[in-house]
């Protein structure tokens, strides 16, 4: 990647911008950006959670207790605290920060996510993002599996105050080691006070999750946490005005709409009320060591 000059300003780079909304999980506040009245996707992106920052006293912490998922991924990243990730494939995973976690949840999947047992007894600080990504037409059914890199496989790239690391995809002429089922793109950056770095047009659909700091973009100035949108193809080069971290994120366009309806992902609404009934009787497999589940919500 290089970046690249003109005379680009803000409207013509950024298609769409959008402020989180607030909402509250069960005693922790999560600021969603995505899906969006104006927008459902960014490449396969189709859910954008922005995670704390929280602090949890000790003997206090997260407890997501099992649900289900159809017809869609989940990556949890982190940039402080841990998660104890538990599925029905009977995989269990502490979640770090900077490691991906890539859950595909296919034809049906049931996961929890707690605070494992020593960060609960000591406390700890939260901050994180958490995404979902739509399959594809021809990978709606596939078969549920999990994947887990730690932050020490994950490609980094360091250059001039700043640090880059590619979570999927490709960027910054390296390509993460995660196997995807279409082509999108994950990376944290990180930039030092006025250190800049481009987003290439390498991708159709392309995005920024700016998670704190404060950063210039075709001499606009942002400095709260929002999703940018940008332009097909427009040249974008993000410079830090204070230190910042932010989340680049996109894909090729995915193969038509998406139903969402609390945690199920498909291009059929008759597949999502089958996966309703489905857990409302007990039919999905159950998570090993986490007999609790979350009740299917009332219409």
């Known amino acids: 990647m290089s970046i690249s000059g003109g005379a680009e300003t803000a409207a013509t780079t950024i298609e769409l911008r959008i402020a989180p909304r607030a909402r509250d999980l069960g005693g922790f506040s999560v600021r969603r950006a995505l899906p969006d009245d104006r927008r459902q996707m960014v490449g396969p992106f189709i859910f954008y959670d922005h995670l704390g920052p929280a602090r949890f006293a000790p003997g206090q912490g997260m407890d997501v207790r099992p649900h289900p998922h159809i017809g869609l991924a989940t990556v949890t990243y982190l940039f402080d605290g841990r998660i104890l990730h538990r599925d029905s494939l009977s995989n269990v ?53 999990f994947q887990h890199f730690g932050a020490d496989v994950l490609p980094v790239v ?33 930039l030092s006070a006025g250190a800049a770095a481009p987003l290439d047009a390498d991708y159709e659909q392309r995005a920024l999750y700016l998670v704190d700091g404060a950063i210039e973009i075709a001499g606009e100035r942002f400095d709260e ?64 060591g986490d007999a609790e589940f979350i009740p299917l919500p009332e219409d």
């Open 93 to 145: 995973q502490e979640i770090a920060p900077g490691a991906m976690n890539l859950m595909t949840a296919g034809r049906g999947i049931v996961h929890s996510e707690r605070t494992p047992p020593e960060p609960r007894a000591a406390g700890q600080r939260m901050l994180g993002v958490q995404s979902w990504l739509a399959l594809p037409l021809a990978h709606e059914e596939t078969e549920p599996s």
């Open 158 to 190: 360091e250059d001039r105050g700043m640090l880059a690391r590619v979570i999927a995809g490709a960027a910054f002429g390296v390509r993460s080691p995660v196997e995807t089922l279409s082509d999108w793109f994950y990376v944290e950056l990180r």
């Open 225 to 288: 946490p929002q999703l940018l949108i940008f332009k097909p193809g427009a040249a974008v080069t993000v410079r830090a005005v204070a230190d910042a971290r932010m989340m680049l994120l996109g894909g090729a366009p995915l193969d038509g709409r998406r139903f969402v309806w609390w945690n199920l992902v498909s291009s059929r609404k008759e597949r999502i009320e089958e996966a309703k009934r489905d857990w409302r009787e007990g039919r999905f497999p159950s998570v090993p």
